[in-house]
């Protein structure tokens, strides 16, 4: 839907004047100014509202700076609200810009009476060289005789009004030149700051909201920067003189060119500013000179290439508004520059002066335009051996961008070869070295990762992301001190938000594994605040509280995750385990659907799924996935523990021991494969060798809760019982979290008489893991033990339906339904 209800000068009866009334005077309708800026204009614009577009137009009477101020909020209500309907708003919005861009609609016809009679009335009151400069502006919008004529006899009559042109000067080309430099950059730096202002206030980084909502103020800033642009060409134009036309256009193109490239300029200056006042170190005084002269220089280049290599389409919808961008400064420029030199020859002819354009010299216009085009190659060439240094030379910069590129597809082999391709090329920047650790890192060759990150590291010390990569693998290794240490490290060197962000998350994960659950989680809420994009974070969060039973902030932190990230399985996944103890089975059927049918292929993803699938006895399911996870990541010691433990929780003993082989060939989680194995010890009931395994993995990790959870466990049926609870309270002192720790507290506790401590401890068992069988066991049987039939009837129901056949349990669940033959 369209509204045309307004008057265009397309209309066959434009706006009348009253310049037919012989006793109008002209004057601005608002300060009633009288001069030869004076105008009759029309200034369309256009506002939408998604399917309604309104096209209006403000017509007046006015000087200069009024007739401007109107047509810079025509331009800019129309480059903002205009593009927002459809289809309309993308068809009407140009068209007002390009008649805005040319100063509105003047009816020519309307607007040389005006001046004209303007003149007659300025001449009148004794103002001759008032009456020519008004209708020399009457012969610029109409070649008229009667016009011509008038001229010619006042010229005539008053002929110190002719000016004899000075010598053509080359410092108005300088400042014209100088001037498209800052309008570009203006234009740059400004939208800089409003992307970043949007960014701010939505709380986000870069993505298609953001990036539309920065082209529109885009749009509207290369629009009122062409504006500016042809009054400095057109003032430059009269201020000298200078009638050779060719000579103008190529004056002109050569300062829409430069505006142009000032705009990526402006903006990649504007990153460099953040980073200067975010604390950006640099060596001395000189190095901050030649680096920010390698930005300024050639930071609009490093731009349109970063543009045109990110294959992203909203950086080649930049690349599409620049371009059009160009065509429009080219315009606007050689358009003004036309018509003024047309103007300009048309009153020498008339003023009798044709033979003054011969003697002028233009040898120095030239010179100028040459001199500060050179001058600019000149400081390009000075600060290139820098802008090589900060980013690279282009053949090094390809081979970054197609390793990056490939990293994020998952071809590490790839990635591997073009960094190595840089590093090769480029030996002395640390970028590439620190991506190939990465790289390598993710391949689990961490003696490489490990060299090539010192290496980043060693070249620029300043810099945090090698410390993170290192700080990652001493947390891969379990060395906790040494990776703590460098996490601190790197938040030291005040790095960006995002590698902030990456430090505040392995402190995080650093915490989870120590059993500081509660510290896991303000280090997760610190990395989301400084980078919310980081899914990892969001991810841990979520998992955190499922780990502290906090079931309900599981669910709310994983749907938070899957709005940034809708098609990761991984935490449908983890709401598909929180709902199983909540006990809403409709929800944990639609997660659990909805995991499977995005088919995410990442550790975390299997690795859940296959929980998912055990929580709800379906082993075969949660085999397969497992079995998946292994093949998929070989070097995962995480993917191999958890099928060794699945397949002895179904009684596959010899493929559980199997498969823990790596793991110990490996040797980066010694004590998570004595643990392992234990466990497989255990359900298959050799407790000796069970207890022999679990402390062996309590003495390389003193600290391990699940050592003592397990040798508490061992202990009871063993019939050290006292020995059991003190392992039990030793577990729970360093992870009271964990169900399991809980119910062996409770059965040692009724062992030894006990009753009220047990009913707490498995009280405690089912809070943290509500479909935990063995905590209703026990609770049962202690509610038995004090006469309370019912609800130790409740309970062992309960126990019943939660139970799967395995070693030990089968004697318990022997015992409940011996309890329900009795009281039957």
Known sequence: MNDENYTSGSDPTPPQSSAADPGFIPACEICGRQDETLRLVILPYVVSLLVVTFRRAWTGLWCSRHRNER????????????????????????????????????????????????????????????????????????????????????????????????????????????????????????????????????????????????????????????????????????????????????????????????????????????????????DSLFDFILTTGAVFTQGGLWYLLESIQSGLLTDWIYLLILIVGGVYFLWISLSSVRETVHWLVRLDLLQGETAIEEEKSTLNVWGSIAGIVIGLLMLAALFGGRGVALRGNPEVAGYIERGDLLFAEGDLDGAMVEFQNAIRSAPHLPGPHASLGWVLYSMGELEGAVSEFEEARRIDNSWADPVLGLAYIYLSQNENDAARREFEVAIALRPEPYLLAQADYGLGNLAFNEGDLESAVSYYQQAILQDWELQAAHMDLALTYFNMAEFDKAVEKANDLIALAPDWGAPHALLAMAYHQLDDATLEERELAWAEDLGSEDLYSLLLLASAHWDRIEFAQAEELLKKAVEYYPQSDQAALSLSTAYAGMQKYDRALDNLDPVFVRDTDPAGGHLAKGYIFTQSQDLDQALAEITLAKDLDPDDWRAYRDMSFVYFHQGAVQEALVAAEKAEGLYPYDSAIFTNKAFAQRSLGDIVGALESAQMAIELSPKYDLAYFILGVCYLDQGEHMRSSEALRMFLSLAWDRAYVREYISQAEAFFAQTQ
């Open 71 to 282: 047509r810079v909020l025509a331009g800019l209500i129309t480059a903002l609200a205009g593009w927002i309907g459809i289809p309309w708003g993308f068809i009407y919005t140009p068209k007002a810009l390009i008649s805005l861009a040319k100063g509105g609609d003047q009816p020519a016809d309307e607007n040389a009476q005006l001046l004209q009679q303007l003149a007659e009335d300025t001449l009148n009151t004794g103002d001759p060289h008032a009456a020519i400069r008004i209708l020399e502006e009457a012969l610029k919008l109409k070649e008229d005789a009667a016009i011509r004529m008038q001229l010619q006899e006042l010229y005539s009559r008053y002929p110190l009004s002719i000016t004899e042109p000075p010598p053509i000067s080359p410092w108005p080309f300088v400042f014209g030149l100088g001037a498209s430099i800052i309008i570009g950059l203006s234009i740059g730096l400004l939208d800089h700051f409003i992307t970043a202002l949007i960014g701010l206030v939505l709380g986000v980084e870069v993505n298609i909201i953001l990036a539309i909502l920065s082209w529109v103020p885009l749009v509207a800033l290369i629009f009122l920067g062409g504006l500016v642009l042809s009054e400095v060409l057109q003032w430059v134009i009269e201020k000298t003189r200078l009638q050779e036309m060719m000579l103008s256009l190529v004056f002109a193109a050569v300062a829409a060119l430069i505006t142009l490239y000032g705009i990526p300029q402006g903006q990649l200056f504007g990153d460099y500013l953040g980073d200067v006042f975010g604390g950006l170190p640099f």
